[in-house]
């Protein structure tokens, strides 16, 4: 399947299939500076991205199960139809999913792109009785990656979904890091009964567990991890909310696939679409959202 795959999407010097964890399918943009980002088939899954410089700006887990039964923990996991819990299983199934290769190209500008595909399915189709299409483009510049996800209602019936890009940030120390931009903003407490609050600090610290949905916030915050000196800009369009989270010591001990002193080097800043209650898509109908992140300041 990997040489299949190569051979018919990789592209010299820029997208290449290899075997990765526990055997699955990964694919390897590698832009000319020498940028570098990795997705794994499983979920459509970013598991890496690497500054020119070869700095990982993404965390994944130690502990992470890397097999088609589990989700990844860390990078990218691609949520949909359903964010949290609910009938589905948690988070929703496209990242338990096996997503396809829809195409890959290195643009005129050298940007190297991939586009990943996941359509129903009879067993998508047991658990959430809706056809979709759902694709995910992977942009890759010298200092910027960009997540493109379009969902297509294909179903003869409108149906209501989530989608979100629950991104796993590396942090030098969550202590020492800062989320900047959602001040004023209304904000869901999920550690107390989803309680309604403005925000009223200008930068989120992590000093404890924190799972809040920030409702239709700005389109571009910033994550400062003061511990490598490194500022990140996070710049979304049609995905107006975010979730900020880290689940600290006790909520660490309680994840099988999660070490219990890895809370303190990452941070999740997660975009997306209706986290609060899904949004409705018409037959035919096809929504967009995209997120950018961009190194702004690099370690000297
Ligand atoms: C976040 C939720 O989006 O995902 C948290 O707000 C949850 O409550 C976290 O713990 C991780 O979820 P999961 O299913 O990957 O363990």
Redesign the pocket.
């Known amino acids: 399947m990997i040489d299949a795959l190569q051979t018919r999407y990789g592209i010299e010097g820029a997208i290449a299939f290899s075997a990765g964890n526990n055997g699955l399918a990964r694919m390897v943009l590698t832009h000319a500076s020498g940028a570098s980002t990795a997705v794994y088939l499983h979920g459509a899954h970013v598991t890496s991205w690497k500054s020119p410089e070869g700095a990982e700006l993404f965390f994944v887990s130690r502990e992470s199960h890397f097999s088609p039964q589990h ?1 990844i ?1 860390g990078g990218i ?1 691609v ?1 949909f139809p359903q ?2 819990g609910g009938p589905l299983p ?2 929703g199934f496209a990242r338990l999913s096996e997503w396809s290769v829809a195409g890959t190209e290195v643009r005129a500008d050298g940007s190297v792109a991939a586009v990943l595909q996941l359509s129903s399915t009879p067993e998508t189709l047991a658990l959430w009785p809706h056809r979709f299409h759902l694709e995910l483009q992977v942009l890759l510049r010298e200092r910027t990656l960009t997540l493109t996800v379009q969902v297509l209602n294909t179903d003869p019936r409108p149906f209501d979904f989530t989608q ?1 890009l ?1 991104t796993y940030f590396r942090v030098a120390d969550c202590e020492q890091a800062a989320v900047v931009g959602l001040q004023g903003t209304t904000y869901l407490d ?1 550690l107390r009964d989803d309680a309604r609050e403005t925000e009223a600090r200008d930068e989120i610290r992590f000093a404890g567990e924190t ?1 809040r ?1 920030y409702l239709n916030v700005p389109d571009c915050l910033h994550l400062r991890d003061e511990g490598n000196g490194r500022v990140l800009a996070i710049e979304k369009q049609g995905m107006p909310d975010v ?1 900020v ?1 880290n ?1 600290w010591i006790d ?1 660490a001990r309680r ?1 099988p ?1 999660f070490g219990d002193d890895e809370y303190r080097w990452m941070v ?1 800043v ?1 975009t997306g679409v209706a986290m609060a209650a899904p949004t409705t898509l018409a037959p035919g109908q096809r929504w967009q959202g995209e997120t950018t992140f961009r190194v702004e300041r690099d370690p000297a």
């Open positions: 989700p923990r996991p949520i964010f949290g948690q988070h979100v629950h999920s799972d949905i979730t989270w689940p909520k994840m696939d999740c997660e």
